[in-house]
T-cell receptor, first 114, second 110 residues
Framework: DAGVIQSPRHEVTEMGQEVTLRCKPI?????LFWYRQTMMRGLELLIY??????IDDSGMPEDRFSAKMPNASFSTLKIQPSEPRDSAVYFC????WGVGNEQFFGPGTRLTVL | GENVEQHPSTLSVQEGDSAVIKCTYS??????FPWYKQELGKRPQLIID?????GEKKDQRIAVTLNKTAKHFSLHITETQPEDSAVYFC?????????FGTGTSLTVIP
């Protein structure tokens, strides 16, 4: 398995533009997590899905952020409109639902909003 | 919800010395405790984990201890090497989401 795949790896955009981050979880995993990492706030959980259903989106900062998981092998995190304070590394991670199962992280998307 | 606290936030040790990182948590339902290592510019990767029915687990130079009564667990790295320099995160899991500590930046001085 190629592991968790994220695209793009780097994204530079201008304030006000729409940004879409993509994630393909490990085949067979049924839980998917989106995290944001910054120096100031560390690793923050934004939202997670179980069996393609959003379970907890309380970490989504505001309405500008939205996430979807249309099927078991694909998820998107969208920011519209983007702001400079959204600049961060966004990680997607997947696991098999249940206690004691390792969570695997993707390589991350480094987002810079100018 | 769960509250995970991690200390220290930074740690410097001489090569060959030991390093200890500690975490406390609040949810007694937590029963899986992984530790992740994140090298600069890379993703967090699991280095060791422990489940609630075990008090200690070792893997070569790395060990984790768990005290469920006191709700704390620790990472121990012995005979540290420069390649151990990274940020280490503890986490807890109840079978739902994972809760992460704020990270410890470990520097091993050659």
């Amino acid at each position: 398995d190629a592991g968790v795949i994220q695209s793009p790896r780097h994204e530079v955009t201008e304030m006000g533009q729409e940004v879409t981050l993509r994630c393909k979880p490990i085949s067979g995993h049924n839980s998917l997590f989106w995290y944001r990492q910054t120096m100031m706030r560390g690793l923050e959980l934004l939202i997670y899905f179980n069996n393609n259903v959003p379970i907890d989106d309380s970490g989504m900062p505001e309405d500008r952020f939205s996430a979807k998981m249309p099927n078991a092998s694909f998820s998107t995190l969208k920011i519209q409109p983007s702001e400079p304070r959204d600049s961060a590394v966004y990680f997607c991670a997947s696991t098999l639902w249940g206690v004691g199962n390792e969570q695997f992280f993707g390589p991350g998307t480094r987002l810079t909003v100018l | 919800g769960e509250n995970v606290e991690q200390h220290p936030s930074t740690l410097s040790v001489q090569e060959g010395d030991s390093a200890v990182i500690k975490c406390t948590y609040s949810d007694s339902a937590s029963n899986y405790f992984p530790w992740y290592k994140q090298e600069l510019g890379k993703r967090p990767q699991l280095i060791i984990d422990i489940r609630s029915n075990v008090g200690e687990k070792k893997d070569q130079r790395i060990a984790v201890t768990l005290n469920k009564t006191a709700k704390h667990f620790s990472l121990h790295i012995t005979e540290t090497q420069p390649e151990d320099s990274a940020v280490y995160f503890c986490a807890t899991n109840t079978g739902n989401q994972f809760y992460f500590g704020t990270g410890t930046s470990l520097t091993v001085i050659p």
